[in-house]
């Protein structure tokens, strides 16, 4: 079971946008640990999407955009396409168990 | 363009011990942490450990007691050994740089790039 909670899936139509949450707890995410964002595709090793709450890697689209609140962080999709289908996963660090988690993983379908 | 090109056995009996290498391609070796994840098939990513130029490591606790990261700065490329596998242990395995910064409280790491990932199966 993971650290990290995301839902299993998300899906939207072409040019919508879509959220996905990532829920942790007061010793990651709520004890202020930086929330990561990564894209895998099928066959493929995760690509960095978001790093540090809301930063984005050169090269990734400004329609992916990464936000933090209290004990929860948030990935945003807007203008949805369909290279976008892919599953998507949060990264953060916890201090109780020193060391870096991750979230249980959510699968985008673009309709 | 920093690349990870890693390499290793893919197939292992229960007990075996599961070792995998990963090099590093262009850029800074020293400076940042260097880490193993591994996601078993149909399932979710999980860190297992880092190491640093110098050697310092930390594993995951879950796992400590299997795991050695080792590194050959020289060489920039690090290593992963896993000792007594069993077939909960088949999953693709990943090396990545770890990025970022950490302070007395803890890593502000995320991981980029990664390798090309290893599929290593355990099975008698």
């Known amino acids: 079971q993971s650290v990290l909670t995301q839902p299993p899936s998300v899906s939207g139509a072409p040019g919508q946008r879509v959220t996905i949450s990532c829920t942790g707890s007061?010793?990651?995410?709520?004890?202020?640990?930086?929330v990561h964002w990564y894209q895998q595709l099928p066959g493929t090793a995760p690509k960095l999407l978001s790093y540090?709450?809301?930063n984005r890697p050169s090269g990734v689209p400004d329609r992916f955009s990464g936000s933090k609140s209290g004990t929860s962080g948030s990935l945003a999709i807007t203008g949805l396409q369909a290279e976008d289908e892919a599953d998507y996963y949060c990264?953060?660090?916890?201090?109780?168990?020193?060391?870096?988690?991750f979230g249980s993983g959510t699968k985008v379908t673009v309709l | 363009q920093v690349q990870l090109q890693q390499w290793g056995a893919g197939m292992l009996k229960p007990s075996e011990t599961l070792s995998l290498t990963c090099a590093v391609y262009g850029g800074s070796f020293s400076g940042y942490y260097w880490s193993w994840i591994r996601q078993p098939p149909g399932k979710g990513l999980e860190w297992i450990g880092e190491?640093?130029?110098?050697?310092?490591?930390n594993y995951n606790p879950s796992l400590k007691s299997r795991v050695t990261i080792s590194v050959d700065t020289s060489k920039k490329q690090f290593s992963l050994r896993l000792s007594s596998v069993t077939a909960a242990d088949t999953a693709v395995y990943y090396c990545?740089?770890?990025?970022?910064?950490?302070?007395?409280?803890?890593?502000?790491?995320?991981?980029?790039?990664w390798g090309q990932g290893t599929l290593v199966t355990v099975s008698s």
């Open positions: 990545a740089r770890g990025d970022g910064y950490y302070d007395n409280s803890g890593h502000y790491f995320w991981f980029d790039p």
């Open positions: 007061s010793s990651n995410i709520g004890a202020g640990y930086d």
């Open positions: 990264q953060s660090y916890d201090s109780s168990l020193s060391g870096y988690v």
């Open positions: 190491i640093n130029h110098s050697g310092s490591t």
């Open positions: 540090g709450n809301n």
